[in-house]
């Protein structure tokens, strides 16, 4: 089978991008998280680590950030939040599937 000439891929190559040449970049603030690990609560022998309230708190407060400089925010969790934190082994898992209170 003969390769395609430079000239073809060329071709081939304006016609996939041409169409996105008059698209407009957005900027997009990306706000991350992961590894958690049950931290539900803050630590009593390091008051300033955990605690979902506080997370939100820093989340809402950067989207507020972003959006006040035209950036939309996308928000996302890699995961590994369900295990690890002293609360979570000693009710083995309970607390997080629990409802909470409105």
């Known amino acids: 089978m003969r390769k395609p000439s430079r000239l073809v891929l060329l071709i081939v190559s304006f016609l996939i991008i041409a169409p996105f040449q008059g698209a407009l ?3 997009v603030q990306i706000l991350h998280t992961n590894d958690t690990h049950s931290h539900l609560d803050h630590a009593i022998h390091r008051p300033w ?3 979902y309230a506080r ?3 820093l989340i809402d407060q950067e ?3 972003g959006t006040a400089h035209g950036m939309g925010n996308l928000v996302m969790d890699a995961g590994d939040y ?3 934190d002293i609360y979570y082994l000693a009710e083995k898992g309970k ?3 629990r409802p909470t209170a409105p």
Request: glycine share 16%; proline share 0%; aromatic share 6%.
């Open 25 to 27: 970049a957005n900027l």
């Open 82 to 84: 369900l295990e690890g």
């Open 63 to 65: 989207k507020a950030w």
């Open 95 to 97: 607390k997080l599937t």
């Open 49 to 51: 680590l955990g605690g």
């Open 55 to 57: 997370l939100k708190t």
